[in-house]
């Protein structure tokens, strides 16, 4: 893969960028971040729930925090990869990288439905469930929700409904973002086999097609492409941004201790003596609350510092669409990052609080989704036609079943948590959820 055409500006539409003083790359942040799918993630819950206090992260915040850490990162391989190339290298070209990832990372959870993977589950087991009752056809047995495969989905297609081409984003963009280039409904064999999911739904296929053609990005089978190079950034600023912010998060949560918090965080980046002194200078002089923010700080530089190390290890393997592992896999901190992954699991990820949200974000979904979903296999029916209004249906929507399923699976995944639950509220009185 060559740099020259993995940033290509070209867009899915054929259409340039007319934005006067502004490159492709700028002008795709800015299409995400005044998306509004992007904004409605400050009304979903990254872990905690919302409301529990103010500190706490939403997706938006936590998108905004990779965005930042992505940036890094490219800025990093922007340098890497002029070294490899010598004297060939354009520096214009490698500065495009930064607002490539910056906008990969802010759209990487855009297709994550209400309630996180509560809200994934809850819409496969509605649609398997239906289908079993013969509410469904059977057509959709085999459906499975990805929060990966929904947001290409609306950036390419579904974030502008009238010209049915997303946001527009270059090729680049969406090849960066596409962190999972693997159809739908694939066997674990084989080339897909090296992706834990699919990132593509059935109906977008043919769109990737195309940015693996603009881009560059070798076929390795049939509906299975090796990764953009700048999607194994936007996976590692996720990676290093969520498990930090977690664990301070749960701090302000008051449900780990601040000696956690330096125990955890100083395992994963190896802090020495003199960090650990840094550590107490500023808790003795500021509190316990300043000193986590500390340690939140220069765990994410450690981070970045050690994936440095590691894109120089492993570019020639991205370059060629040989890598396999995530960059913190393959880093030196990969041993400690599955330590404080587990003990965080343990102490965090199922402490009452995020489970109780959990469990409630589970049902309403559920229960949502049984109700609209009756509008696909019987749209003619009273309750149907009351139901298309709701989902606000044309009569093109109402005579493809296919199309129907579809908007309903955009509409659900489309809410905020304060939404979903309004909704539920409305629809269902105040039953004990």
């Not at 729930?49 to 965005?67: A, K, Q, W």
Request: proline share 3%; charged share 20%.
């Amino acid at each position: 893969m060559q740099w020259e055409q993995l940033l290509t500006t070209e867009r899915l539409s054929g259409f340039g960028n007319n934005a006067p003083g502004r490159s492709a790359f700028n002008s795709d942040f800015g299409r995400v971040l005044y998306s509004s799918a992007f904004r409605r993630l400050q009304d979903k819950t990254q872990v905690f729930p919302l409301g529990r206090n103010d500190y706490v992260r939403t997706r938006l915040t936590h998108s905004l925090e990779v965005s930042n850490v992505g940036r890094a990162l490219a800025n990093e391989l922007a340098e890497i990869a002029m070294q490899h190339d010598g004297a060939s290298a354009d520096p214009l070209l490698y500065t495009a990288m930064g607002d490539v990832v910056a906008t990969a990372c802010l759209a990487h959870d855009i297709g994550n439905p209400p309630f996180g993977h509560s809200g994934e589950t809850a819409i496969d087991e509605a649609v398997a469930e239906s289908v079993s009752a013969n509410l469904c056809p059977p057509e959709f047995a085999d459906f499975r929700f990805e929060g990966n495969a929904q947001g290409f989905r609306l950036l390419s297609r579904t974030c502008d409904p009238i010209r049915a081409r997303g946001l527009d984003l270059t090729a680049a963009t969406l090849g960066a973002f596409t962190k999972y280039p693997c159809a739908q409904g694939l066997q674990k064999n084989g080339a897909a086999a090296r992706y834990k999911k699919f990132g593509l739904a059935t109906e977008d296929v043919a769109s990737f097609e195309t940015v693996a053609e603009l881009c560059g990005l070798p076929r390795l089978g049939d509906g299975v492409w090796a990764r953009h190079p700048l999607a194994f950034l936007m996976e590692a600023a996720d990676d290093v941004s969520y498990l930090i912010a977690d664990i301070e998060d749960a701090y302000v949560s008051r449900i780990i201790r601040y000696d956690d918090v330096v125990e955890q965080l100083g395992a994963l980046c190896g802090f020495s003596s003199s960090q650990f002194e840094s550590i107490e200078r500023e808790r003795a002089r500021s509190g316990n609350t300043a000193a986590v923010r500390y340690v939140r700080a220069s765990a994410v530089g450690a981070c970045i510092r050690a994936l440095r190390t590691t894109m120089q290890e492993v570019y020639s393997a991205m370059m060629s669409g040989e890598q396999l592992q995530s960059l913190m896999n393959a880093s030196p901190m990969a041993e400690a990052y599955r330590a404080v992954q587990k003990w965080s699991v343990r102490h965090i990820y199922n402490h009452e609080s995020v489970l109780k949200i959990e469990i409630t974000g589970f049902n309403v979904i559920k229960e949502l989704m049984h109700l609209f979903l009756k509008w696909v296999s019987e749209p003619s029916s009273p309750l149907g036609r009351k139901i298309g209004s709701i989902l606000h249906a044309n009569e093109e929507w109402s005579c493809d079943i296919r199309y129907r399923f579809l908007h309903v699976i955009d509409y659900i995944s489309g809410m905020t948590d304060s939404y979903a639950l309004q909704t539920y509220g409305t629809l269902f009185g105040n039953r004990q959820i």
